[in-house]
């Protein structure tokens, strides 16, 4: 199947297409450039070996319409500046999925919305569906004591995390960010997915949620499933190897930076092992 990459301006930006990047994007009005980035969040950044060589700041919009500041890092991180600043350095390094150094807190029962609102924000349908699967993924597996509650409608405000549509964003993806304060990321958000099936996006979600409980990309070192030789940031401190899991690139892993039109949307097996040792 033809690898392409998408080049959008974008949060946790990288595109999922045919072999098309899993990326967690938001396009922002206004970027700044490195240079407009202040030293201490680089320098943070570094610290957590994230790559710094192109962050930006963006305007992540909101299922209200509203917007909040974020930086977008390696094409799929979102954080603020407050989680970037509060983010531990951890140099603990294990096997072979990837964590961050944060996760949500042990035996944790998420609550999770998919929101159904107006102005082209609520959920298809189909968005729905696969949203329900993709929790389902998650509610399903044994030896992980993190779980889900799953709900739609538009009362988001009391939730722990908001699945959305965002109807202003170019390309096709989706975008989150990492947990902080024994939470989940909130806000995770998905676009221009009509075109594909339900299994897609299921697995377009089930990823994006895999980044708000603590999951980094698999082949965050090469970008190998988006055909590229691109390393998101060095091991050891904020990708945390999980023991168990298989060395090497795993093309199965549902949190490969990049995927295909044919995905099934189901964990592979690295995938379980790593979260029944994460949770």
């Excluded at 922002?28 to 962050?55: G, Y």
């Excluded at 954080?79 to 951890?90: A, G």
């Excluded at 597996?141 to 109807?167: A, C, E, Q, R, W």
Aim: hydrophobic share 35%; net charge negative.
């Amino acid at each position: 199947m033809k690898n392409f990459r998408i080049f959008l301006i974008a949060i946790l930006a990288v595109s999922f297409f045919f072999q098309s990047c899993q990326k967690d994007e938001v396009k922002p009005e206004e970027v700044q450039t490195k240079e407009q980035i202040s030293d201490e969040i680089l320098s943070k950044l570094a610290e957590l070996s994230l790559n710094v060589n192109d962050v930006q700041k963006v305007d992540f919009q909101l299922p209200d319409g509203s917007t909040v500041e974020m930086y977008q890092i390696e094409d799929d991180i979102l954080l603020t500046e407050s989680q970037i600043l509060k983010q531990e350095v951890n140099s603990n390094e294990l096997d072979r999925n990837y964590r961050t150094n944060n996760l949500v807190s042990q035996g944790r029962n998420i609550s999770i919305i998919g929101y159904t609102g107006g102005g082209g924000f609520g959920l298809s349908q189909n968005e729905q569906t696969a949203l329900q699967w993709a929790v389902a993924n998650y509610n399903r597996l044994s030896g992980v004591s993190i779980s889900f509650t799953l709900t739609f409608g538009t009362d988001y405000n009391s939730k722990d995390m908001v699945v959305y549509h965002n109807p202003n964003q170019s390309g096709a993806g989706g975008s989150a960010g990492f947990p902080s304060n024994g939470l989940p990321h909130k806000f995770v958000q998905i676009y221009g997915l009509d075109n594909y099936n339900t299994n897609v996006i299921e697995h377009v979600i089930t990823h994006e949620i895999g980044h708000s409980v603590g999951f980094r990309h698999t082949d965050w070192s090469t970008r190998q499933s988006c055909g590229q030789n691109t390393n998101e940031g060095q091991a050891g401190v904020g990708a945390i190897a999980v023991a168990g899991t298989s060395a090497g690139y795993n093309p199965n892993s549902i949190m490969v930076a990049c995927f295909n039109s044919g995905e099934d949307g189901e964990f592979d097996s690295d995938d379980i092992i790593a979260l029944q040792n994460m949770y």
